[in-house]
């Protein structure tokens, strides 16, 4: 999806992700991302914004609820 969203995006466009990484204790797959993988994706393109934030979430529900969760939220424009 990520591939697709920067074959999309013109030249200064902007993309913006926010997403679950794998350093999450509850079970998230297949919506997981590596800790360092948008950087990685996004190694050609301006990084505007990019911060790793940990909580829980209680949005989650069953067994996973309340668990440890990361974020990743990025702000990236293409050069």
Known sequence: MIRKM???TKIDGINVICAYTDKSQADLRPY???ADELKTL???WKILHFK???GTDVSVDG???GKLVWRVEMIARKK
């Open 32 to 34: 997981l991302l590596n």
């Open 6 to 8: 920067q074959e999309a």
């Open 52 to 54: 790793e934030l940990q």
């Open 42 to 44: 996004y190694a050609e």
């Open 63 to 65: 067994p996973d609820k």
